[in-house]
């Protein structure tokens, strides 16, 4: 499962900060280029230099490894992607007519969203990309370059809007599989495919694999469904040759005994494809939790399949981060101080809590499903049985987080809607730091914290339940944030860096996470709901004291905090609240709580908020360009040293990954 930016680009977008503070300290390029709706950006590896020879090596190759997907991902979002791909790139290389003109360049922008999406769909919506060029210029152009072959078979899919709308269709009442332009199955419809499946489950088996996640379903020539397996001797096989290779070659390198059997058995999957390696492979690696440097390869998320089966091929090589790892165990460590202190009923808490101790990760490498496009946080594996007896890893990706705030400083938006200079100060000092606490608290103590009284149904607050629960877990962050324990613990610098965080959250919950609403629309998705919930409530509550006001200022309207440790105690007294509805499973409390607070928007306020976002001209949608890796080997060819840059571009980046990891043919079946 990935935790996606979506759930924190408001933080993000909030975190604050003028364009000077971004050239004081911008050494760092963090934004690139920007085209269509995406913008690119960069990560930094953040100590890298501080890693062994070894551990560098060990990522070296591991990160070699994460390349040899690429085309097994294309492949698997579109039949025909590799061949547009190939045709695309040839005319964008060799094209020796004008390269300025309108439908060459539209061209470009339309190559950059192929390489962006892995496929011609667009990564997030699905649907497809509709070019910007002529059917008849791109066919003379790829004439002209000698890359004429394939047009026959690619000019319809690219240029024909009903053939392949979406990559994943989930439209009620259609069959999903045969409308969706995902490579997962082939002449099989959806009741086919269900049907297949379904006779294969065991439901008496405690220990089920996961049906159908490694191969295609296909009906072969006598009209027999089977499938086609993606092993290094079956489909796919060049690909996962390669691989392979590169695991074998990082295998010497790897921290302990178990991190190589770790590989073993991952390796043992690429060539056998049985299901049950597969899940050995997985409870080796939830458990393989000492090694610093740890990744992911394989086929893992089943997003891109309608059926929620089949796996697209992704590769993550990372290395905690020690500093981060040590804040949330910190937390950890004083769970129970922390649950013995919160401002809820006696009746409602734990006596023994546990914090989780959720690990801090540094990215080394995106590929295959991860890249550009990435989650932030990953949380593996995703076989609910091997969760539950073997346990799984939760990840932040501490680089990824830390690369989205950087390059939304300086973007225009806080100037817009932050009040004033002392708190535009504030969260230029503070924001990443209380931003990141506020996500320790939440995911680290939040959601561990308090219980149901005896006989309280968990499911009782229903449709609000995951609204209340999200809400609980932000003021135990935002309530604690401001606690002398925070300072003791040596978790804030002093007494007043919290309010970087008050101010931001009430700024999002009041106004700017509408930003992300079409005009007309309520809020509907839970942590949104949460964020106006405990915003909206705490501007009501403290309305006759003006603890919180909502300010006219040249008809532009801004959020005001005026008394910092009133608006506390108001989050503590909505804690207690909400924990009291938990612990009772009070849904009508529940109901009238969100419904008042949570869903309506005010939609004056909505549309100013939306017209002064839209003059930002902010791209919805990022994603990043990888570091390179250089072994530096000395004259035996052994590895002295490996040597990371940052300065390929986005297009030259995509270029070589084509030249140089094609590791597939062009058709695959
Ligand atoms: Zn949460």
């Known amino acids: ?40 950006l960069r990560y930094e590896v953040k100590d890298f230099d501080q890693l062994t020879l070894k551990q560098k090596t060990f990522i070296y190759y591991l990160q070699l490894a994460a390349m040899q997907g690429r085309d097994i991902l294309f492949d698997q979002n579109g039949k025909y992607n590799l061949r547009i791909r190939y045709t695309l790139e040839k005319i964008y290389t060799d094209y020796q007519g004008d390269r300025t003109s309108a439908e060459f360049k539209a061209l470009e922008v339309y190559l950059k969203r192929v390489w962006f999406s892995n496929g011609i769909h667009h990564h997030y919506g699905c649907e497809k990309f509709v070019p910007g060029f002529s059917e008849d210029f791109f066919r003379k152009a790829a004439l002209s370059v000698g890359a004429g072959k394939y047009l026959k078979d690619i000019c319809p899919v690219i ?86 290779k590169y695991l074998q070659l990082a295998r010497p390198y790897a921290e ?145 987080t830390e690369a989205y705030n950087q ?112 005009l007309g629309n309520n809020i509907e998705e839970a942590h949104m709901r949460n964020r106006a919930l405990i915003a909206y409530w705490c501007y009501e509550k403290g309305k006759a004291d003006r603890v919180v006001e909502l300010v006219k200022i040249d008809g532009k309207t801004y959020v005001k905090v005026n008394d910092y440790v009133k608006l506390r105690e108001l989050f503590g007294k909505l804690l207690a609240e ?11 409390a529940a109901q009238a709580l969100v419904e008042t607070y949570a869903v309506k928007i005010n939609p004056e306020l909505h549309k100013e908020v939306l017209e002064r976002y839209e003059k930002l001209n902010l791209a919805p949608y990022k994603g990043f360009i990888n570091p390179v890796y250089t072994a530096v080997k000395d004259a035996k060819g052994n590895i002295t040293d490996v040597k990371l840059s940052y300065t390929e571009g986005y297009a030259e980046q995509m270029l070589r990954y084509s030249r140089d990891y094609s590791t597939l043919p062009l058709i695959n079946e």
């Open 578 to 588: 909400i924990q009291r509805i938990k612990s009772e499973g009070d849904f009508k």
């Open 159 to 244: 240029f024909n809007p009903n053939l392949m709308q979406k990559r994943v269709n989930l439209a009620e009442g259609q069959d999903l599989v045969l409308t969706s332009a995902s490579n997962y199955y082939d002449g099989v419809t959806q009741a086919e495919a269900e049907k297949f499946y379904g006779d294969m489950k065991d439901l008496s088996d405690p220990h089920p694999v996961m049906y159908g996640m490694n191969s295609r379903l296909v009906k072969d020539k006598k009209g027999k469904i089977v499938e086609k397996k993606w092993t290094s001797s079956t489909l796919y096989g060049p690909a996962i040759k390669q691989i392979v």
């Open 256 to 400: 302990d005994a178990e991190q190589q059997a770790v590989i073993d058995k991952l390796v043992e999957f690429y060539n056998n494809g049985d299901l049950h390696t597969f899940d050995d492979y997985t409870i080796l690696w939830a458990k393989n939790t000492k090694p610093l440097v740890d990744f992911v390869n394989c086929f893992t998320e089943c997003y891109g399949d309608p059926l929620g089966l089949k796996c697209s091929w992704e590769s993550i090589v990372n290395f905690k981060d020690l500093e981060a790892t040590k804040r949330t165990q910190t937390l950890s460590e004083n769970a129970q101080w922390f649950e013995d202190h919160s401002p809820v009923d006696a009746r409602f808490k734990k006596d023994k809590v546990k914090g989780i101790s959720a690990k801090v990760i540094t990215a080394a490498i995106l590929g295959g499903d991860l890249y550009p496009s990435t989650a932030i946080g990953i949380n593996l594996p995703n076989s609910d049985w091997v969760r539950k007896e073997h346990g799984s890893k939760s990840v932040t990706i501490g680089n990824l």
């Open 407 to 518: 390059a939304a400083k300086g973007n225009g938006f806080s100037d817009e809607f932050v009040i004033g200079k002392a708190e535009k100060d504030l969260m230029d000092k503070y924001a990443d730091l209380t931003d990141d606490l506020h996500t320790d608290l939440h995911e680290c103590l939040g959601h561990g914290s308090g219980k149901l009284l005896d006989g309280v149904d968990p499911d009782s607050l229903k449709a609000y339940g995951s609204t209340i629960e999200e809400a609980r877990a932000d003021l135990f962050g935002l309530y604690y944030l401001a606690d002398p324990k925070m300072q003791e613990l040596g978790l804030t610098p002093n007494g007043e860096a919290y309010k970087a965080q008050y101010y931001s959250y009430m700024m999002n919950g009041l106004m700017t996470q509408l930003v992300r609403i079409n």
């Open 1 to 40: 499962m990935r935790r996606f930016l979506f759930m924190m680009m408001t933080a993000s977008l909030l975190t604050a900060a003028s364009a000077q503070a971004q050239q004081a300290n911008g050494k760092f390029h963090y934004s690139d280029e920007r085209f269509a709706d995406l913008q690119m």
